[in-house]
């Protein structure tokens, strides 16, 4: 479903402030797939994840989805086929409009927008039940503006909003990260939910090594700009925070350096 | 209630450009100083129109559309361009000077006995300033009831969603560049539609006119807004319209009051500036209220 092929990826190419990000970064995931992406500070995991959704371009490489080569596509264009959560819940929604109305934009991702209403009586129904399953006592609050709810609240819905019209890869950067581990824990629930329901592939990074663990059917962990393990399978299913450890330290000849992940 | 009326006539103008100046400043989250140059452009074309003999609802027609094609230029400057969105409309605005010379061939055209849009209303009976009134409603109400139908959309949503969090417009396959444009040519389009209206009132259109008008549009939008605290997007669009009417109602009065015509920028300004670090005094003043309070 996605593949991805030798992509590059340096900031501020030329400069004392060259960085390379990704270097010679390949995976394929097939349709189902649910892959947890884990790795130290700056180790290029979200500058990943906003290669495949293309908030900048790729020095070298392809990147492919369901077959078509989307390397060139801008981000907008891509979006038809993506979802997406990010770290900051200010960053998913829209503050100023209705959870109704971030709904409907929502659903009409990678269609022709024009003067029809956009959001019309049927789809508040639809949106209000699908809230409903949620849990979070949001669909009587439907024309509240996004900006009066807390992160976790925002996080879920932004979850909604990304799977609303069924992705063909769903990317998500560590879209618990903002948020109190109870709330991180209803939302990570929240995320497998929709996931498995959807049946989607999926992209998730986190800095937690048992959310990691727990969570996908297959484990990439990214160090310095690569992909240094992937782990899928039984071996995933058996793995542990110390064997994950260990591996880490055996490839990269390093100990795991992300603070996040330690303390937690 | 000469002066009243006056002020309410002109305000009833002035409020097409404020809202104009809402779709940039609010909706878009831009401070887009093309408005000075486009709100002259809109009078500079429709004096120019007028005084050749033009229909002036063509000429008023027209200057909406050039307008539009200024906003668009600023549009395109910054997102094609990636020029600051301040710098892109100070870009086009020192631009339009030198068009508006070019369209009116002088600096002031005079429209004295010109058949204007308002000669019908005057033709019916009405004494100038109020068929000042009846147009200026008719457009006002009218503008209010299309905006309110068009932010209802989806390509209004989009807009909406661009000026709110961009990041999340392109997430939701939102062009937000082409977007943009569209806000801005709107925007100005509006602006020059009022600058059309309001030289055809005055009989005359200059090409300083636009000097202070991005402030006097920011000092409408705010006033509305504080005054007046529409609820929902039809009730905020009218309050803008009153925001507009109190501006000129204000000004009438501090002119009355003794205050130098040549101080009512200043006096605008200042206005402005209070008006738009209120926020900020507020927010210091009730957590120094709980700095206090939580010591008990
Ligand atoms: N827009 C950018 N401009 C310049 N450098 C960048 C940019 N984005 C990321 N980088 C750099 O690229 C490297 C990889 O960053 P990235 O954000 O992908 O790391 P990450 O794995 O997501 O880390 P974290 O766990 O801290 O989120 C870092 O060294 C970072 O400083
Ligand atoms: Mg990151």
Redesign the interface.
């Known amino acids: 479903m996605l593949s991805v092929d030798g992509i590059y990826k340096t900031f501020n190419p030329g400069t004392i402030n060259e960085k390379v990000a990704l270097r010679n970064i390949c995976a394929e995931l097939p349709e189902g797939d649910f892959v947890t992406l884990i790795g130290g500070n700056g180790a290029g995991k979200s500058t990943f994840l906003n290669a495949v959704?293309g908030v900048y371009g790729v020095d070298h490489g392809s990147i492919r989805i369901d077959g078509m080569d989307v390397t060139r596509l801008?981000?907008?264009?891509r979006?038809?086929v993506?979802g997406?959560v990010?770290q900051d819940p200010?960053?998913?929604?829209?503050?100023?409009?209705e959870i109704g109305?971030n709904l409907?934009?929502?659903s009409?991702?990678?269609?022709h927008?024009?003067?029809?209403?956009?959001?019309t009586r049927r789809e508040r129904e639809t949106y209000r039940q699908l809230l409903r399953e949620l849990e979070l006592g949001l669909e009587d609050r439907m024309t509240v503006k996004v900006g009066l709810l807390s992160g976790g609240q925002r996080q879920a819905l932004a979850l909604l909003?990304a799977t609303l019209k069924k992705p063909k890869v769903l990317l998500l950067d560590e879209h618990t990260a903002a948020l109190d581990p109870r709330t991180a824990e209803k939302v990570l629930e929240i995320s497998e939910q929709l996931i498995s329901a959807n049946h989607l592939t999926t992209l998730m990074v986190t800095h937690n090594m048992r959310d990691a663990i727990r969570h996908g059917n297959r484990l990439i962990m990214m160090h310095e700009g690569q992909i240094i393990l992937d782990i899928k399978g039984a071996e995933k299913k058996n793995l542990t925070v110390e064997d994950l450890l260990e591996r880490f330290g055996k490839v990269s000849g390093e100990e795991f350096a992300n603070d996040r992940a330690l303390l937690s | 209630m000469g002066i009243v009326s006056g002020a309410v006539s002109l305000g009833l103008l002035w409020a097409v450009m404020t809202i104009g100046v809402f779709i940039s400043y609010r909706i878009l989250d831009i401070a887009d100083l093309t408005v000075e140059g486009s709100i002259a452009m809109g009078a500079a074309i429709a004096a120019r129109e007028i005084a050749a003999g033009g229909n002036p609802y063509m000429a008023t027609l027209l200057a909406l559309l050039g307008g539009m094609a200024a906003g668009l230029c600023t549009g395109l400057l910054q997102t094609r361009l990636k020029i600051p969105p301040l710098l892109s409309g100070i870009l086009v605005m020192i631009a339009l000077w030198s068009v508006n010379l070019r369209i009116m061939g002088k600096s002031n055209i005079s429209l004295l006995r010109m058949k204007t849009v308002y000669t019908v209303f005057e033709s019916m009976g009405l004494s100038g300033t109020a068929s000042i009134i009846v147009l200026g409603l008719l457009c006002v109400f009218l503008l209010i009831s299309v905006l309110y139908w068009?932010f209802?959309?989806?390509?209004?949503?989009?807009i909406?969603?661009t000026?709110?969090?961009p990041?999340?417009?392109?997430?939701?396959?939102?062009?937000?560049d082409t977007v943009t444009c569209l806000g801005l040519l709107i925007s100005n389009g509006l602006v020059a539609a009022s600058g059309a209206l309001i030289a055809q009132s005055q009989s005359y259109a200059d090409v300083q006119m636009g000097t202070g008008a991005i402030v006097i549009g920011l000092a409408s939008v705010i006033i509305g807004e504080v005054l007046f605290r529409g609820k929902n997007f039809y009730t905020r669009l009218i309050s803008l319209a009153l925001g507009a009417i109190t501006y000129r109602l204000i000004i009438a009065l501090v002119l009355k009051l003794g205050m130098p015509a040549n101080d009512l920028k200043l006096f605008t300004a200042v206005t402005v500036a209070v008006a738009l670090s209120l926020p900020t005094f507020l927010q210091r003043y009730h957590q120094s209220q709980k700095s206090h309070g939580g010591v008990e």
């Open positions: 959704a801008p981000e907008y264009k979006a038809a993506l997406r990010f200010m960053m998913g929604t829209a503050a100023n409009m109305e409907a934009l929502a009409r991702r990678g269609e927008r024009g003067l029809k209403w956009g959001i909003m | 068009f209802g959309t989806e390509v209004g949503s989009a909406r969603a000026g709110s969090n990041h999340m417009a392109r997430a939701q396959g939102i062009n937000t």
